[in-house]
């Protein structure tokens, strides 16, 4: 019974061709999160979500869409995909401001060609 | 907003040794800081985590140390085993409000049978 699942785990598409990232948790957290992981590891915050009210909106391009249809969901659309954007994307979740630790999907792997 | 530099960015050990991450943060009232380890191909992993009101907790093998004054805590594993070979991430949340875990840029620990 996964916590946090993403879906696709791999994708890979061409340049300029839209794509979405789904994601779903069963923990009955209140706060879900997408995070870029670039060739580096290095972990970025891009987007939160509390209860459905986007709370953190960082420096990303606004090809990036994200939407929460409910609290337990969060999806992120991307439009007009540039090879820049290949990275692993993970969604996590927390309670609340999630100082009882974040739990993270298995990532999905975008590569742009 | 917050600011985590995690030393050193890569880290070899001989199995058996011990092994010492450290980080600093820049926002004093920071009060929560766990620690994610992340094996290649997979998804950051809580393995401990400690409260800005604790100066040390230990769990089996692992134990995390915080200094307040100095803004800066660490990672302690003993007895290294070459199954600790992973991407370990400090993070820190700011102070009241934020809903935003901040990540150092990851250590790689390579442990040598």
């Known amino acids: 019974d996964t916590a946090v699942s993403q879906t696709p785990k791999y994708l890979v598409t061409q340049m300029g061709n839209d794509k979405s990232i789904k994601c779903e948790q069963n923990?009955?957290?209140?706060?879900m999160y997408w995070y870029k992981q670039d060739s580096k590891k290095f972990l970025k915050i891009m987007f939160s979500y509390n209860n459905k009210e986007l709370i953190i909106n960082e420096t990303v391009p606004n090809r990036f869409s994200p939407k929460s249809p409910d609290k337990a969901h969060l999806n992120l659309h991307i439009n007009s995909l540039e090879l820049g954007d290949s990275a692993v994307y993970f969604c996590?979740?927390?309670?609340?401001?999630?100082?009882?630790?974040?739990?993270f999907g298995s990532g999905t792997r975008l590569t742009v060609v | 907003g917050e600011n985590v530099e995690q030393h050193p960015s890569t880290l070899s050990v001989q199995e058996g040794d011990s092994a010492v991450i450290k980080c600093t943060y820049s926002d004093s009232a920071s009060n929560y800081f766990p620690w994610y380890k992340q094996e290649l191909g997979k998804r950051p992993q809580l393995i401990i985590d400690?409260?800005?009101?604790?100066g040390e907790k230990k769990d089996q093998r692992i134990a995390v140390t915080l200094n307040k004054t100095a803004k800066h805590f660490s990672l302690h594993i003993t007895e290294t085993q070459p199954e600790d070979s992973a991407v370990y991430f400090c993070?820190?949340?700011?102070?009241?409000?934020?809903?935003?875990?901040?990540f150092g840029k990851g250590t790689k620990l390579s442990v040598i049978p």
């Open positions: 996590a979740s927390s309670q609340g401001r999630g100082n009882y630790g974040y739990t």
């Open positions: 993070a820190a949340i700011p102070g009241a409000g934020s809903y935003q875990l901040t």
């Open positions: 400690i409260r800005s009101n604790v």
């Open positions: 923990l009955g957290h209140d706060t």
